[in-house]
């Protein structure tokens, strides 16, 4: 059975257990991007409860746009839970490696060096991601179905958690890491993640606080 | 096969294409209480990275009663997956029911108002209990493995996602309900949550940061 299939079959129930267990794979990083695609799979069933309704054609060709976008955002976010555990089982692996001699240790350290930087890909790509679906509930709340409003909501909030999710389990591993300006670069980068993700989920926040009151 | 047995086979990809169709339901109610129990799980995995390590036994005891707390919410949250579902199909059966004669009007509407009452309780549950997961998680943040904070902050994030959207998902259903003592309590009663849950939040993502920075 190849990874793909396996991970196809794991239950919500399985999936919990494996994350509640004691061993370090899947945690944070890989919850993170499941909160992402949870996210997106709110704004696909926002627009499917808005296409084809009496009184709500006027952002159909938009709304089918959202749709597709949200669903690959949703099967890439899928394929990085499993590509965080990855990731993290290198870096475990690399810091077993041996270094009784000189030469081990510097072969050891390099190895380390290089699985920390490449950990930090899945966590990064979970942020940028499910920035872009924060953007897409933003545009189903203006243009969606107002009964689903409380859907895009939840959408919204789980894609600002999958990005600080994101965010966080990048920076946790900066600190091992040697290359200053890549160190500097990255928490420049999850800044402006950050601050773009919160001024959107705030905005949201108040349209839809607006939206719920007036019903 | 019962409900229950149902429930547990489905796999993480059933539950996404589910929650993306066009039905209402799994919608964001269900998706809350998902999130709240993926906090859950995270709080049991930190605490199961943090028992019977070395230099880290101050905290045992108190480590192993946050341990069966999280377990327990976990469980009833995953359980609200599926309560929440039944409230909602309830709510659009009373809106279903025949409005020929002005007693069927009158049977109709007191079915609709006692079904969206009903239909607060699972969101109001996945409330409660996702910011008894939100406390937990500043447990062991500041009990648990320091290896581990940035599950416990993913456990976080998601806690305080499901906490809001337990709030917007009862939130949506109190406009058509005309119980207005209900309302007033019922909202008084969110508020009360927000504020404890966005505090909490608050308090642990400064100390996370704090945490961060100086590893």
Redesign the interface.
């Known amino acids: 059975m190849s990874q793909e299939e396996k991970?196809?079959?794991?239950?919500?129930?399985q999936?919990?257990?494996a994350?509640?267990?004691?061993s370090?794979t899947p945690?944070?990083?890989s919850?993170?991007a499941?909160?992402g695609?949870?996210g997106?799979?709110?704004v696909?069933?926002v627009v499917?409860?808005t296409?084809g309704k009496k009184g709500l054609e006027a952002h159909e060709a938009g709304l089918k746009k959202i749709l597709e976008e949200?669903?690959s955002h949703?099967q890439s976010l899928?394929a990085t839970i499993e590509k965080d555990i990855t990731a993290y089982q290198e870096v475990m692996n690399a810091y077993l490696l041996p270094r009784a001699s000189e030469e081990e240790k510097k072969t050891r350290k390099e190895a380390i060096q290089k699985s920390l930087k490449k950990a930090a890909d899945p966590p990064l790509f979970t942020a940028v991601t499910s920035l872009k679906v924060l953007k897409l509930c933003q545009e189903v709340i203006a243009k969606g179905n107002p009964n689903?409003?409380?859907?895009?909501?939840?959408?919204a909030?789980?894609a600002?958690?999958a990005l600080?999710?994101g965010v966080?389990?990048v920076?946790?591993n900066l600190?091992?890491l040697e290359d200053k300006h890549f160190v500097e670069k990255m928490k420049k980068e999850l800044r402006r993640l950050e601050d773009e993700g919160t001024r959107i989920k705030e905005q949201i926040m108040a349209k839809?606080g607006e939206k719920?009151n007036s019903?």
């Open positions: 991970k196809d079959e794991t239950t919500v129930t999936f919990l257990d994350v509640a267990g004691g370090a945690g944070g990083g919850v993170s499941l909160a695609s949870l997106a799979a709110l696909e069933m499917n409860l296409l949200a669903n949703r899928i689903a409003i409380s859907d895009a909501a939840v959408g909030l789980l600002h958690a600080y999710g966080f389990n920076l946790v600190s091992a839809v719920i019903k």
